[in-house]
């Protein structure tokens, strides 16, 4: 006798089995039947059958269908997530790549059949060029991280070649940039030197000057920064690197706030990556798809990876594979091509006004959003800010003891996803808890007074009835699993991710 289930489109697949139940019957065996023992004599095999649930096609689409409505998406709701731009994709950008010209061509077609795919890699890079300000382009790497990691690979073949190899062993950063940089560093094989940032959030140009040197292979600053902010001083910091020799690396993560306006080579960055999937609207999360593209001064143009698409005079295309100070391949063919495909169009499609004026709406509704909210929830630097805004929790602790987890969780109830909480780190924001919301440039004035309404509920909520925070969220399937009520447990948890 099976128990009932109160709901099966909510149970686990595994609480809906009936044995002998089935989507699909196979037709009878058609073909000599293998004894796959004897075929596979020696392997390794499961003594018995793997236990998988068995349902009928019903069950199974109401199944997924079910927990897909539960993921949250874009598409669906307000997903301020600070850091990431988490800006809505227009579909005709996917509708155009599933086109059977793109899907269907495989990498290792001819040259002569793949012409329209390397020319529109090569007006990619032309668009980048024009954007970062800086003459040349790799496509290659497939996430940011990947981007960096190709940077200062590009950086470290550079100095190999002078013979400084073994000399420049250290890239500095400061304690505002993103997380990855000081991870990629250390997979490069350099030492990372942190550079603590003035209480405005600044570089602290006195105090960058005594941690470079002969030893100094570059610095990996993020601007504008993680805390939202343009850096003031870039130029001197430029003068100052390149007066001990080293390198510039940007990580541009958060060229959404500047693109279009500002040029990072103009003010002296040696190399930078995109995220394309941020700020040129690829599908973003879940872990990828990703593209990181770099952009490097001319004289780091020859370590580049290959292949990289060229012109020639007569218009045709090709991939030049020939660069003898390459530092090779770092990703299967061209990239993640498909990302590629939907930033191309993207950006094809807003053109050289669009660019700009994306990044100008992007810092108008992060300032919308500062003013709007400063009242309630302390601002880290209250001046204008770029792509992003960073409050902090220090009204709230101090109030009722309620902190930035308590509050995305509450948010969670209202349907909007939490920004990102806990980042820019503690050191950086004097101890409190940091919420980084980014609203882009895709969403209206209605979505933003919503967002800000429901951010002001949540401020009189903390002062009136703290429980329904620190209980929150109240109407998820799953509550808190983050956090374990014993005070002598620590809490754990991914900021980025709220998991």
């Known amino acids: ?27 009878e065996l058609d073909v000599p039947k293998v004894d796959i023992k004897q075929a596979l004599k020696g392997a390794k095999l499961r003594a018995k059958p793997a236990n998988l649930p068995e349902v009928g096609e019903l069950d199974l689409v109401r199944h997924f269908k079910n927990l897909a409505q539960k993921n949250f998406s874009v598409d669906r709701n307000f997903y301020p997530l600070g850091s990431c731009t988490m800006k809505y994709n227009p579909k005709i950008n996917v509708t155009l790549l599933a086109q059977p010209g793109f899907t269907r061509a495989h990498p290792h077609l001819p040259e002569a059949d793949l012409q329209g795919h390397i020319e529109l890699m090569y007006n990619l890079e032309g668009y980048l060029r024009e954007v970062s300000g800086l003459p040349a382009i790799t ?23 002078k013979g400084e190899g073994k000399v420049r062993t250290e890239i500095v950063i400061p304690d505002s940039a993103h997380g990855t940089n000081p991870a990629t560093a250390a997979l490069a ?7 603590k940032g003035k209480p405005d959030g600044s570089v602290d140009l006195e105090l960058l000057k005594s941690l470079v040197g002969p030893q ?24 100052i690197l390149h007066g001990v020799g080293a390198q510039l690396y940007m990580d541009g993560a958060n060229m959404n706030a500047i693109q279009g306006i500002v040029r990072p080579g103009d003010y002296g960055v040696d190399v930078m990556h995109y995220n394309l999937h941020k700020t040129y609207s690829v599908p973003h999360g879940a872990g990828g798809p990703g593209a990181g593209p770099i952009a490097v001064a001319a004289h780091l143009e020859p370590y580049l990876p290959v292949p990289r698409p060229v012109k ?10 020939k660069r003898k100070k390459s530092i090779g391949k770092v990703r299967s063919f061209f990239g993640n091509y498909g ?27 992060a300032n919308y959003l500062r003013v709007k909210l400063r009242n309630e ?4 630097t209250d001046r204008i800010c770029a792509h992003e805004v960073v409050f902090t929790d220090a009204i709230q602790a101090k109030q009722n003891d309620i902190h930035a987890l308590d509050v995305a969780k509450r948010l969670i109830d209202y349907n909007i996803h939490p920004m990102t909480i806990y980042f820019p780190q503690a050191n950086v924001t004097n101890g409190e808890g940091a919420m980084m919301v980014e609203p882009t440039e895709t969403e209206s004035k209605q979505t933003l007074d919503f967002f ?12 009136e009835n703290p429980t329904l925070l620190k209980e929150a969220p109240h109407n998820m399937p799953v509550v808190r699993l983050d956090e374990v009520r014993a005070s002598t447990q620590p809490q754990l948890y991914c900021p980025m991710c709220m998991a």
């Open 1 to 27: 006798m099976t128990t009932a289930i109160a709901n099966p489109a909510e149970a686990l697949l595994f609480e809906t089995s009936v044995e002998g139940r089935r989507c699909l019957r196979l037709p």
């Open 139 to 161: 496509l290659q790497p497939a996430a940011g991280a990947q981007g960096e990691m190709t940077g200062l690979m590009v950086i470290k073949a550079y100095f190999e070649e």
């Open 189 to 195: 094989g350099f030492k990372t030197v942190t550079l």
């Open 216 to 239: 100094t292979a570059g610095m990996m600053i993020t601007n504008p920064s993680t805390l939202g902010l343009l850096e003031p001083n870039m130029v001197e910091i430029a003068r």
């Open 312 to 321: 020639h005079d007569d218009g045709t295309f090709s991939l030049d594979y």
């Open 339 to 365: 990302a590629l495909v939907m930033a191309y169009i993207y950006m094809s499609q807003l053109g050289r006004e669009g660019v700009r004026r994306n990044a100008e709406n992007a810092v108008l509704n």
């Open 377 to 380: 929830f302390k601002v880290f």
């Open 452 to 463: 800000i309404d429901v951010m002001k509920k949540i401020a009189q909520e903390t002062k």
